[in-house]
């Protein structure tokens, strides 16, 4: 089956506690994005990453770093986590970016105390 | 920043009724997609239209598409309770990146 996989679903933790969430998908597909999605903001994207070793910045990165060293995974790290962090996140993939259809995983729910 | 913008941000209409969402977006673009999001959960595709196409069609879904007037609308007939759910527009960037809109809550009551 064709998916995203993200972890974990939800996590608690505590500021400036290292933390990283996985995205895994599948499909072979070449373009992968991290979003933030905050009510009334819509979807925010952090980080994109068009294939392997090519990442690069989206709208609000600071506070957030990527890899993309297999281009099945494309891990979201916060090196530094902080309360306004808080928030929903989402890991997307398409085969060719903004082109083709784009499948999400199903989220991962993290608060920052 | 953000690349397209839903109109309105929340809508509620009664089982049966029409719904139509718009989308206004800034720079030129290849595509334009509609997404769904349950509450809570990943999003899922629901139509992509080509800047060369002018409407679009999927089961109960229409989606029309105006280049000239950077625009986009999203019709879902015969609405039902289970058509509740908030509606993303996304559009392809220079280097085939995408962007999403903030959403249109849709409330269909039954």
């Known amino acids: 089956e064709a998916q995203v996989t993200q972890n974990p679903r939800y996590l608690i933790t505590v500021t400036g506690k290292k933390l990283t969430v996985t995205c895994s998908q599948n499909m072979n597909h070449e373009y992968m994005s991290w979003y933030r999605q905050d009510p009334g903001l819509g979807l925010r994207q952090i980080y994109y990453s068009m294939n392997v070793e090519v990442t690069d910045k989206g709208d609000v990165p600071e506070g957030y770093k990527v890899s993309r060293k297999e281009k099945r995974n494309f891990p979201l790290i916060l090196e530094s986590p902080s309360p306004n962090q808080t928030s929903l996140y989402f890991c997307?993939?398409?085969?060719?970016?903004?082109?083709?259809?784009?499948?999400f995983g199903q989220g991962t729910r993290l608060t920052v105390v | 920043s953000q690349q397209g913008e839903e109109d309105p941000q929340a809508l509620s209409i009664q089982e049966g009724e029409n719904a139509t969402m718009n989308c206004s977006y800034k720079t030129s673009i290849n595509n334009l997609q509609w997404y769904r999001q349950n509450s809570g959960r990943g999003l899922v595709h629901l139509i992509l239209?080509?800047?060369?196409?002018r409407e679009k069609h999927s089961g109960r879904l229409r989606v029309t598409l105006d280049t000239s007037k950077k625009s986009s609308s999203l019709l879902i007939t015969a609405s039902r309770a289970a058509d509740t759910a908030s509606y993303f527009c996304?559009?392809?960037?220079?280097?085939?990146?995408?962007?999403f809109g903030a959403g249109t809550r849709l409330t269909v009551k039954p």
């Open positions: 996304a559009t392809d960037l220079e280097g085939n990146d995408m962007r």
């Open positions: 997307a993939s398409s085969l060719t970016g903004g082109y083709t259809e784009a499948f």
């Open positions: 239209i080509r800047s060369n196409e």
